[in-house]
């Protein structure tokens, strides 16, 4: 987590992820039956999957960087790496700076606790002081436009509203790089406009803002540089428009 | 770098105390919500359990302890919170499968808010506790000033424990069910609802081998038997309590990344 390259928010230096799973029907009896038995051909499988291969990329102090692929690319495997809730099996990664996310939609909060109680919370985990958040209550709030239900648990919201609530959580906490998954399509259009307004202003105060997405417009509209994950590996980065238009090649072709 | 290591776990402490303080009150909200009696509850199962062993101890064995209901009650509370933060730390992890796997919420603090919840229990039932010694005539007085220090030696060593099974029961769920059952055994080996005293001494010897056992006796020495528990004891149980904390923290913190892909 330290700054010893201050160039860069993010470094991501050869990362490569993968996933070991028993092969399924799994049971204590199978593993049993192939210990005692020698079976070459054992029924008990340990199954590999690469979700990430050798991944790479820098992304610059106040650059909005977006990551684009299509479903099953490695995109939220990358991105739970990058918070540091997975390990990835080698290669390295530096954060330099503060960092909020927005991972799937909805999730990350408490549902038995009330929405002020997870924007409290949250601002806790991103290490705000209680101070802090509570002056930021107000704004949080208003963003969100679920005013009347700040004060019920989290479980009786609908998806829409969890995910307006963790929006606003996390744009409205200021940290120094932003990572957003998939949260552009979010809420009417109404909370649309607000919201784009919003991350705007992020960007242009010279936060770092990670977007990931499989939508080409959202990458477009605020993205300068991105890069394509297809099944794991990087295809190409560079600049948006080249990124882009070598996504719809992929994809016309799949 | 390995220095910093054994110390991790206590500067998370430091750097999220308030937090792990207002999880655990909501903890401790969330368990009772939507039930009439509240906190009653949590005070049943301690009261049901001292109904049982006195009719045991007083009339079947016709013991002449007069006060041994508020003996009794005395290891029977600190050991509920260890018994009920093990039981329930452990599985805790495994269970919150969202909050692991896509949030920032640093994984330690789950296990640190049930911990922590199953305290302010433990807090909420002292009162009875006076109450039950103002009853039966119980003297008690400045062996007290040590309950601090004993809050905080049982606080390390029911989070260590329960860092270290919680990590493990991720990738072994036999875990929980395997503590389950061991933490009553470890109930009736301590000297809780017996004393120490009527047992053969070869057997207080192995059951003396518990720190817990040690910690269980400095609560009954200020709370029933009015006397400042032995120094040698308190030092012992609490670089114990702090070993065991430094263990299951590291093993914990060598796993965490690897919690999302298995809950």
Known sequence: MSSYNSEYAVEVNSITKVFRRLSSHTTLKKAFIDLITFNRNKQVKMLKFTALKDVNFNIKRGETFGIIGPNGAGKSTLLKILCGIMRPTSGKVAINGSLSALLELGTGFHPELTGRENILINGLILGLSKKEIVSKYDEIIEFSGIKDFIDEPIKTYSSGMAVRLSFSVAVNVNPDILILDEVLAVGDAEFQTKSKKRIEEYINSGKTVLLVSHDKTAILNYCTEALLLYKGTVLTKGKTEDVVDRYEEVESVS | MGKNKIFEGFRVLAKYKYLIWILSFKELK??????????????MNPLLLL?????????????????YTVYLFCGLLPYSWLQSSVIIGTGSIAGSSSLVSKSLLPPEIIVFSKVGAYFLNFMLSLPVLIIFILLFKVRIGFPLVYFPLLAVIEFFLTAGITLFLSALNVFYRDIQFIIMNLMTFLFFSLPIMYFDNNLPPKIRHIIYLDPIAYLMKCFQDIFYFNMFPRPFYVLGVLLISLLFYIIGYSYFASRKELFSEFV
């Open chain 2, 30 to 43: 969330i368990q009772y919500r939507g039930s009439y009696l509240g906190f009653f509850w949590s005070l």
């Open chain 2, 51 to 67: 109904i049982i062993y006195t009719f045991l101890y007083v009339i079947v064995f016709h013991n002449p302890v007069k006060t």
